[in-house]
């Protein structure tokens, strides 16, 4: 079987974008590939965190994964930080890695930039500059040929492809080089009150994004307040974002083609889709939002998942990092 691993930080809750670009197609892989699913706690703290709500994140990033369709029998569900071969694997592929190939990472450009107020690369951690390495670690050490993940993660796993032939080169053939897997349809899910900023669960204003654990009438009146474009039309261009994008979501949520929905709507009003397309997104995450909450409910059950996935991928990580320090030389 072919192995798939992706991960998604531990941020306080997931929105419709993670789950349409990044959670979805990992509960599909389950079924064809051996799917490892992290919660990147690691990742998480390259930004500041508060140790009490971290702690409460992380368990209720498993509970989502469980919510949307994770199932522990088939797939790895694990803590990143349990695992400390991921930090030293990151730590030899920094040894391995360009300064001018982790400064091109353009999601460390823009978030450097946001990263203590006017301070901008200055105040930024270390961390989140290497980050896109520990990334490249999670990727490699298990052998992973397929990772899904949204468009903003396309580069880093490109560097992990660039770091594992560079390695293979250097010490001799030790790695598999991944290949992402963006979706061609909601790889990137715009903001609702903004057609041309990415769906962000940082954003100031909750009206921009549906969080997975918003209820019905929640759903209901973000969506009546999205924002659409000029003109009366119902139709995809690439000059009237907003409406492109609800259209997205109405063809995800619902199976049916962005064409057929178009023609569904010709003659009517925003009024009228708007208000198809959340029942439609109602619909489609309803279910998903009452499985998270049980799931949420028994923080012993989460902790014991937890325990068994961190003990699989132990022994998976264990086995590769022995090789990995033969290869670069460290063991006597
Ligand atoms: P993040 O929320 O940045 O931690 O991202 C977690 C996962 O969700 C990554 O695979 C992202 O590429 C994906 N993702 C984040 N935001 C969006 C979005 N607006 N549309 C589609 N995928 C997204
Ligand atoms: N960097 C990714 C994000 O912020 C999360 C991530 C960490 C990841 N390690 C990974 C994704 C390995 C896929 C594979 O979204």
Known sequence: MKRSLTGLQPTNFLHIGNYIGAVQPAVALQSDTQLLMMIVDYHA???????????????????????????????????????????????????VAKMGEAERMTQYKDKAKKAEGAKGAEGASVGLFTYPILMAADILLYDTEIVPVG??????????????????????????????????????????????KKMSKSAPSAKSYIALTDDADTIRKKIMSAV????????????????????TIFSVATGRSIESIELAYVGKGYGDFKKDLAEAVVEYLGPIRGRILNFAADETELKRILAEGAEKAKGMAAFKMNKVRQRVGVTL
């Open 45 to 95: 703290i390259t930004m500041p965190q508060d140790p009490k709500e971290l702690r409460k994140n992380i368990l209720s990033a498993a509970a989502t994964y469980l919510g949307c369709g994770i199932d522990p029998a088939k797939t790895i569900l694990f803590q990143q930080s349990r695992i400390a071969e991921h930090m030293e694997l990151a730590w030899i592929l920094q040894c």
């Open 151 to 196: 468009e903003d993660q396309k580069q880093h796993v490109e560097l992990a492809r660039d770091l594992a032939i560079r390695f293979n080169r250097d010490f001799g053939e030790t790695f598999v080089v991944p290949e992402p897997k963006i979706r061609a349809e909601g790889a990137r899910i715009m903001a609702l009150d903004d057609g041309t």
């Open 228 to 247: 659409t474009d000029s003109g009366t039309e119902i139709r995809t261009d690439r000059n009237r974002p907003a409406i492109t994008n609800l259209l």
